[in-house]
Each structure stands twice: as structure tokens, then as C-alpha cells.
């Protein structure tokens, strides 16, 4: 199950771009097709790595990108959730596509209440969520 190492590689770029002490709420990510990423194996491997840790109830958003599908035989393009499809026009092999990124895209960050921490001492909004991009996920 390469999702569990998917998921601890997620963790450290989180910690990574998280300000120390900040909550992250919300970590959300986006999958292509061909990483074969099983969505619900994630999200356990992902309470599993966060549990006892600052991420623990941080929850991971998977935008699971879908297949494109092109027939060969009429020329129709479409998306689809499996790669091995027949077409409306019967041809039962047409050419599947995907992707294969795995992006760290927003977190999704609750700040120190007033007079609390780091954050209220630098003049930080409170109770801004943030969001923060960051490079792709290397697994």
C-alpha cells in the first residue's frame, strides 16, 4: 500500500510550510489518474501518520483528477473515473489518459485567539484562515 508512504511524505511538507505552533485544519491535495491512488486507503494512512502528532484531526481534501477517454473509432473524448471503458459507439478499447501529478495544493490554517501565542505578539488577524501553495509531493 504505497498510500501510507504518500501520506507521511504529505505530512512532512505540511510541517514543512506550517508555521511551528499554527493548526492546520485542512490539507487538500490533487491526484492524477495514473498515481493509482486508492482515495479512502489516503485518508487512513493519513490518520494513521497524523494520529498523536499536530496534524492529528487535520483533514486531507483529495481532488482526484478522472481519466480522459478518446475513441479512435467515432472521435468522442470523455472523463471517467475508471480507465478501462467500452464507447456509446461499441468500440471496447478505447485509448485511456491520465496524469500523473500529486500537488500539495492549499492548507488551511486556524490562527492564535487574541493575546495567544507568536502570532498575537507579530499582529496577526485572528481566526484568519490562510492558505499556503507549495511545490508538488515527492513520493
Given at each position: 500500500?504505497?498510500?501510507?508512504?504518500?501520506?507521511?511524505?504529505?505530512?512532512?511538507?505540511?510541517?514543512?510550510?506550517?508555521?511551528?505552533?499554527?493548526?492546520?485544519?485542512?490539507?487538500?491535495?490533487?491526484?492524477?489518474?495514473l498515481?493509482?491512488?486508492?482515495?479512502?486507503?489516503?485518508?487512513?494512512?493519513?490518520?494513521?501518520?497524523?494520529?498523536?502528532?499536530?496534524?492529528?484531526?487535520?483533514?486531507?481534501?483529495?481532488e482526484?483528477?478522472?481519466?480522459?477517454?478518446?475513441?479512435?473509432?467515432?472521435?468522442?473524448?470523455w472523463a471517467?473515473?475508471?480507465?478501462?471503458?467500452?464507447?456509446?459507439?461499441?468500440?471496447?478499447?478505447?485509448?485511456?489518459?491520465?496524469?500523473?501529478?500529486?500537488d500539495?495544493?492549499?492548507?488551511?490554517?486556524?490562527?492564535?485567539?487574541?493575546?495567544?501565542?507568536?502570532?498575537?505578539?507579530?499582529?496577526?488577524?485572528p481566526?484568519?484562515?490562510?492558505?499556503?501553495?507549495?511545490?508538488?509531493?515527492?513520493?
Amino acid at each position: 500500500m504505497h498510500e501510507f508512504s504518500i501520506a507521511d511524505a504529505i505530512a512532512t511538507q505540511v510541517a514543512r510550510h506550517a508555521r511551528p505552533g499554527a493548526r492546520v485544519r485542512d490539507v487538500e491535495i490533487v491526484v492524477g489518474a495514473l498515481r493509482g491512488i486508492e482515495p479512502e486507503a489516503l485518508l487512513m494512512s493519513w490518520q494513521a501518520v497524523t494520529f498523536e502528532t499536530p496534524l492529528e484531526g487535520c483533514t486531507l481534501t483529495i481532488e482526484q483528477k478522472p481519466w480522459t477517454i478518446a475513441c479512435g473509432n467515432c472521435g468522442r473524448t470523455w472523463a471517467s473515473p475508471v480507465p478501462f471503458v467500452t464507447c456509446e459507439c461499441g468500440n471496447d478499447v478505447p485509448e485511456p489518459h491520465g496524469t500523473d501529478e500529486l500537488d500539495l495544493v492549499a492548507l488551511t490554517i486556524e490562527e492564535d485567539e487574541p493575546g495567544e501565542g507568536a502570532d498575537a505578539a507579530a499582529g496577526a488577524t485572528p481566526g484568519a484562515g490562510a492558505t499556503a501553495d507549495s511545490p508538488p509531493v515527492a513520493d
